[in-house]
Nanobody, 123 residues
Framework: VQLQASGGGLVQAGVSLRLSCAAS????????MAWFRQAPGSEREFVAA????????NYADFVKGRFTISRDNAKNTVYLQMNSLKPEDTAVYYC?????????????????WGQGTQVTVSS
């Protein structure tokens, strides 16, 4: 499966952005999906994950209550709604896919990765 992330940009603190991850090649409905992010000089870190049906989600503590992951299997797309953005959310955001029933929270659990989309939040 090929993944294409989009929706990033330069925004001010406090606003919202919605990232999209479009899949091609295979039906996304078979995959657990996740968003990770990587800031300059930092490791790639887990942000949010969702199981194949959308019924189960996981979030990193630092985004709980602000970010929401969702999916539309009919459109082969996963979303990350980001509200109340902070400067520390600045990073390249990556979507990832894995053929697993349980949406994992570590990067090693995901086999397929998109190219990343830059999110920059100014104060």
């Amino acid at each position: 499966v090929q993944l294409q992330a989009s929706g990033g940009g330069l925004v001010q603190a406090g606003v919202s952005l919605r990232l999209s991850c479009a899949a091609s090649g295979r039906a996304l409905s078979n995959y657990a999906m996740a968003w990770f992010r990587q800031a300059p000089g930092s490791e790639r870190e887990f942000v949010a994950a969702i199981n194949y049906s959308g019924e189960s989600t996981n979030y990193a503590d630092f985004v709980k209550g602000r970010f929401t992951i969702s999916r539309d299997n009919a459109k082969n797309t996963v979303y990350l709604q980001m509200n109340s953005l902070k400067p520390e959310d600045t990073a390249v955001y990556y979507c990832a896919a894995d053929l697993s029933l349980v949406p994992g929270t570590t990067k090693h659990e995901y086999d397929y990765w998109g190219q990343g989309t830059q999110v920059t939040v100014s104060s």
